[in-house]
């Protein structure tokens, strides 16, 4: 069953006052399936992050369509798309995003008690998450208290207790230490396994062969397509690098090609 | 690096921390504006020729040296924030290879730059003004006099030095956290202190202690005497109280909400209460700032709105007649003299009396032992336990009133206040049967136990039977040998008039031999009226221009508040947004917190204000003034005129955050 589908999917950026035009995305589309776990690659301003953004609904693309279950979510309502993005999608970031104002466990319920959900309720939701995420002993604790690799569970934790049906992440592991990193990539593979629907966005090799498909944008337009289908992570991360080996010299031919 | 580089930088400094460095460089030039005009006033001319001057001149200094501590005060605290804000700034200067010499030499040109900006500013103002002021001031007092533009140099030196002083202290206080100061923590200065706020129960509990013993004191003190001695330590324990509660006490109650998790994992409550936390810790004592600032403009500008208006209210209960002579001690042939020659002297300058008092009457200080009653020497008329006591002759009171009470031999009529006595009281073994009276038919005010909180006024059968109770208790040297004598009358001429049959009287009195009498005193309203507007008026003025110069302190600290508040939300407002919250669910939450927060000093206020009007009605009567009405609507027109203002401000700054935070 298709999740998510994105066809034609096109973001022009316009300065303040309009005097030049830079194409973030230029003609974007793929579609993701339930169960599947995706990561996009690109360099800096190939349009990961507009790609994000707009599957996010932070974002309104300037033409094409973001089909979630069938539904466009470019044309919902500016009152119902908060809504919305807290019933399906779950979202992890690089930052983490906490608020210091709340401890680890209010972070969590923050989706929840923003839906108005009893707090027995968010309380039985949570434990099992907690458990699986290993954050059970710090949910008393800060922010500023835990470790990065903590704080990014706890962003995960977030963005699971609403049973969304995508998890975007946006390069998750960007701001950890190779360990940490690891155990978040595991931790991605497992609930994968378990049937929850990931994108990820990243620059990181290595994360992104953890994912069963890896797309490759280049100037704003879906370049390559990877499968992992049987190959170890070792393989999957050789593939990946000739790749992005490849999309780098194909980047360097094409201005050679300019400057004939 | 060339000179030019310094002054360069500083300038662009200052225009890039426009946000901050503007609106200090206002407070500079207010403050120093004020501070010129105050000393422009006691040092004036024109005041000096004026009836009451002296008093003026110590009002005015008084005023001045509170400007200047107010000021030196209200200009570290808007400097100190300005650093705090620019910490970063400095870390990023340090680290790319300016040491804190260079550093502190920038910020010495900057502080310059405010500093002429502030004195040149302030002074330009301050003489454009002043003649407005002083023009104020005249017309408040109705003195007539025209001032001409002055510029007043012996002013502009103390200024002058003033607030160089005042600048270079602050100028070393910014070099002392530069010098302390670390380049990586220049660099995250204002990064510091996110940490949750701890509960301080004894500091809360402390708080409340102390703010509700404040107020108990403030409602139960009855006396006006009294009222003058406690109130500074109530205001005293209200300010420890409101910092207390506002930095531990609001900690607290925020925390005891977040236990119930019913009531805060709701929608509405659980960014609130969790923002709230976080936003107390930050700005407690800011906002115990503001609240004490609002009280100390609500509590000036209405008492001596209050005072200035109760002028006439005050005289009358000085003197009930505009005219009245006391004699001490006078025989009843005596009076006759008396009255016929204040007739006379009436009859002579073609004046008429209106509303004639004339009462005989003895009063002395008592003391009070269960129903007897016994003489108090001179000496301890300060006691507690002396009770003054007032007697009137029954046909004095029976032609005063036109009734006709009799009494037997061995009975007294008697009003109390605020004092209690039996069916009988007992004079030196002689007992009297008492009839008591509700209402003291306005015949105190005419005596000078008007004075007295409590007191027993007694109606006795006869003048002789008052001498017999008064020889019966008194002491050897009891300076009584006679009642003493009332004669108050009103006139329907002019102030002039009146002071001139004032003086008429009193020669008259004095060139008569004829006339037995310990002392006579001769009053006047009008005689006082000049002094009583100098002193009146003059607090009045300095009660308005303290409470604009609090006022404007207060606007300030709210304007620094929300610019802060904003930088330090923008963050959260973002991540919010990226969680699920929609944009006017976000605004809406903001929208409560910065409500609350910048409203809760004004309501402390309003509520300290509450608290302390019946102490400030007392302190009030201790000045003459028991219009408690007119006080009440003082109160309540200050409170709606602040409050209006406090509003504006609010919602002008709150512009400013807005714009920041998104």
């Avoid at chain 1, 995508?166 to 960007?174: F, K, N, V």
């Avoid at chain 1, 629907?197 to 990877?226: C, N, P, W, Y």
């Avoid at chain 2, 007539?144 to 030196?157: E, L, T």
Wanted: glycine share 6%; charged share 15%.
């Amino acid at each position: 069953m298709t999740i998510l589908e994105i066809n034609n999917l096109k973001k022009i950026y316009t300065t303040r006052f309009g005097s030049s035009k830079v194409q973030a995305l230029s003609n974007v589309s793929f579609s993701v399936e339930k169960g599947e776990y995706v990561a996009i690659m690109g360099e800096s301003g190939s349009g990961k992050t507009t790609l994000l953004n707009i599957i996010a609904s932070l974002d309104k693309p300037t033409s094409g369509e973001v089909l979630l279950n069938g539904q466009n979510i470019v044309s919902i309502s500016e009152k119902e798309i908060s809504s919305f993005r807290r019933d399906n999608l779950g979202f992890v970031f690089q930052d983490f995003n906490l608020l210091d104002t709340f401890s680890i466990q209010d972070n969590i319920y923050l989706p929840l008690v923003l839906c108005g959900k009893s707090y027995d309720e968010m309380n039985a939701r949570l434990k099992p998450i907690a458990a699986k995420l290993d954050i059970s002993d710090i949910l008393s604790k800060y922010p500023y208290e835990v470790s990065g690799g903590q704080k990014q569970r706890t962003a995960v934790a977030r963005a699971l207790i609403t049973t969304p049906q995508l998890i975007l992440a946006d390069e998750p592991t960007g701001a950890l230490d190779s360990k940490s990193a690891d155990s978040l990539l595991s931790l991605f593979e497992n609930i994968n396994n378990e049937g929850q629907t990931v994108l990820m966005v990243t620059h990181s090799i290595k994360a992104a062969s953890h994912a069963k498909r890896v797309l490759f944008l280049r100037d704003g337009e879906v370049f390559h397509q990877l499968y992992k289908a049987n190959m170890t992570k070792q393989e999957m991360f050789a593939k990946i690098s000739d790749t992005l080996t490849v999309l780098a010299a194909g980047a360097n031919n094409k201005q050679e090609n300019k400057i004939k | 690096m060339s000179k030019m580089f310094y002054a360069k930088l500083a300038v662009s400094n200052i225009k890039k921390n426009g946000k901050f460095y503007f609106p200090y460089i206002l407070t500079s030039i207010g403050t120093v504006m004020m501070f010129y005009i105050m000393c422009f006033i006691f040092t004036n001319d024109g005041i000096s020729k004026m009836t009451g001057s002296v008093y003026i001149k110590t009002i005015m200094i008084f005023g001045t040296v509170i400007i200047g501590i107010f000021a030196s005060i209200f200009l570290f605290y808007t400097n100190s924030f300005l650093i705090k804000r620019r910490k970063k700034e400095f870390g990023l200067f340090n680290i790319l290879g300016m040491d804190k010499r260079n550093l502190a030499r920038v910020l010495g040109i900057e502080n310059l730059i405010v500093a002429a900006a502030g004195l040149i500013g302030g002074l330009l103002c301050g003489i454009l003004f002043s003649r407005l002021m002083i023009m104020i001031l005249a017309k408040l007092l109705k003195f007539n006099i025209s001032f001409g533009f002055q510029i007043s140099i012996y002013a502009v030196a103390i200024t002058f030095i003033v607030f160089i002083a005042i600048f270079i202290l602050i100028y070393l206080n910014t070099l002392r956290q530069l010098h302390f100061a670390k380049p990586i923590e220049l660099l995250y200065g204002s990064n510091v202190g996110e940490r949750e706020p701890k509960t301080k129960w004894v500091l809360a509990i402390m708080g409340a202690i102390s703010l509700l013993s404040g107020y108990f004191i403030a409602i139960t003190t009855d006396s006006p005497l009294a009222a003058i001695g406690l109130f500074f330590i109530a205001v005293l324990l209200v300010i420890i109280g409101t910092y207390l509660l506002f930095i531990a006490g609001s900690i607290a109650l925020l925390k005891i909400l977040r236990k119930n998790k019913g009531y805060y994992y709701q929608t509405n409550h659980f960014t609130t209460i969790s923002g709230m936390l976080y936003r107390m810790k930050q700005n407690a004592v800011g906002l115990a700032n503001i609240c004490i600032l609002s009280t100390m403009v609500l509590v000036m500008i209405s008492t001596t709105v209050c005072m200035y208006l109760g002028l006439d209210d005050a005289l009358r209960n000085l003197y009930p007649r505009n005219i009245e002579v006391t004699a001490q001690s006078i025989s009843v042939q005596d009076c006759q003299y008396l009255n016929e020659i204040i007739e006379k002297t009436l009859s002579e300058s073609k004046n008429s009396s209106i509303d004639t008092i004339k009462l005989r009457y003895l009063n002395f200080m008592v003391s009070q032992k269960e129903d007897s009653l016994s003489f108090v020497s001179n000496g301890v008329y300060l006691n507690n336990e002396a009770t003054a006591a007032l007697f009137i002759p029954l046909d004095e009171y029976n032609r005063i009133n036109n009734s006709s009470l009799s009494l037997k031999e061995n009975e007294l009529i008697v009003f109390l206040k605020k004092t209690a006595i039996g069916n009988n009281v007992t004079f030196a073994d002689k007992n009297y049967k008492t009839i008591k009276l509700t209402d003291d038919t306005g015949l105190a005010k005419y005596t000078s136990i008007k004075y007295s909180d409590n007191y027993l006024m007694f109606i006795a059968p006869s003048e002789k039977a008052i001498m017999n109770i008064y020889n019966s208790i008194a002491l050897d040297k009891a300076s009584n040998t006679n009642l003493n004598y009332y004669y108050g009358f009103d006139t329907n001429v002019n102030s002039a008039s009146q002071l001139e049959l004032y003086n008429n009287i009193n020669t008259a009195l004095n060139n008569s031999k004829s006339i037995h009498s310990d002392q006579i005193y001769v009053g006047c309203a009008e005689s006082i009226r000049e002094e009583f507007l100098t002193i009146y008026g003059g607090l009045f003025f300095l009660g308005i221009f303290l409470g604009i110069l609090f006022m404007m302190a207060t606007v300030l600290i709210i304007y620094y508040k929300q610019v802060s508040e904003g930088y330090d939300d923008k963050q959260r407002f973002e991540i919010m947004q990226k969680v699920g919250m929609s944009r006017t669910e976000v605004r809406s939450t903001v929208k409560t917190q910065v409500l609350t927060v910048f409203f809760l000093p004004l309501i402390a206020a309003v509520i300290h204000i509450a608290a302390a009007f019946k102490m400030i009605t007392k302190l009030l009567e201790a000045l003459n003034l028991t219009n408690i009405i007119l006080f009440a609507w003082c109160v309540l027109g200050t409170v709606v005129a602040f409050s209006l203002i406090y509003a504006l401000v609010y919602s002008l700054t709150a512009r400013a955050y807005y714009k920041i935070v998104e």
